[in-house]
């Protein structure tokens, strides 16, 4: 891709009526690179990311995935080009393990149709001890805990073999012993997986270190401060602050 873009916004709008949820937003994502979408509530994170992984249809812009224009595709057909994402609310299927959880994104992600049954349990399985669920593997859904849920779902889409990952709100609803846990975890899969990412948070801590995106509408505090501040991907630490 040219300049190792691999997703790329254009003028993207997001309208329900009269409400501009998403207006006019632009940006790139280089492939390997972590982002963080910030904004308020009701700022358009999570409307963006229905846009750009089909969810919701684009009122206005284009989205070009490996130099593909994704803007008309289906949710699944995106999925299966190796763009995916985590949901804000956890959606577990219930009254499945999590083994079964994980095999269905497994199953039914980039060109894994046609792969069999025997190799879809088998990457699952490699999945869920990469994200450290081994022991947890046989348990149904509603027998584990909030963190281990978020972190099933994170394998699920792992297993779907993405390029680059929609993390929605994944930190919501944890501690602070567990965001540390999580973002070591995604850091990790990131490395071992040449994964993009994309964080949609509220908390700072988990997208200090990434490169940092206003999400729209934006208060005049929000695109000063984003516009300011760039960090270092290695260390964390702000760069420059002007």
């Given at each position: ?23 006019d ?18 700022a ?9 992984t ?46 079964e ?5 497994s ?37 584990i805990?909030?963190?281990d ?40 899969v ?26 729209p ?26």
């Amino acid at each position: 891709e040219e300049n190792n873009i691999i997703l790329k916004i254009e003028s993207l709008s997001k309208h329900f009526g009269a409400l501009k949820a998403v207006d006019d937003v632009s940006f790139e994502v280089k492939k390997g690179e972590i982002i963080g979408l910030i904004g308020p509530n009701g700022a358009g994170k999570t409307t963006l990311t229905n846009v750009a992984t089909g969810t919701y249809p684009k009122t206005e812009g284009k989205i070009f995935f490996k130099d593909l224009d994704i803007s008309n595709l289906k949710p699944y057909q995106i999925a299966r080009m190796g763009l995916t994402r985590t949901y804000q609310v956890v959606k577990p299927l219930i009254g499945m393990t999590v083994e079964e959880n994980v095999l269905v994104g497994s199953l039914f992600g980039k060109d894994n149709r046609d792969s069999g049954m025997k190799n879809a349990s088998k990457r699952a399985r490699e999945i869920i001890k990469l994200v450290g669920l081994e022991s947890k593997k046989d348990l149904l859904v509603s027998d584990i805990t909030l963190p281990d849920i978020k972190k099933m779902e994170f394998a699920r889409v792992l297993a779907m073999e993405p390029e680059v990952v929609f993390l929605d709100e994944v930190m919501a609803g944890l501690n602070p012993t567990e965001v540390e846990e999580t973002s070591i975890l995604v850091k990790k899969v990131r490395q071992e997986k040449e994964l993009t990412i994309i964080y949609i948070e509220h908390i700072m801590k988990a997208v200090m270190g990434p490169k940092i995106v206003p999400a729209p509408p934006m208060s005049i505090i929000t695109i000063v401060l984003t516009a300011i501040i760039t960090s270092k991907t290695s260390s964390g630490a702000i760069k420059d602050i002007q």
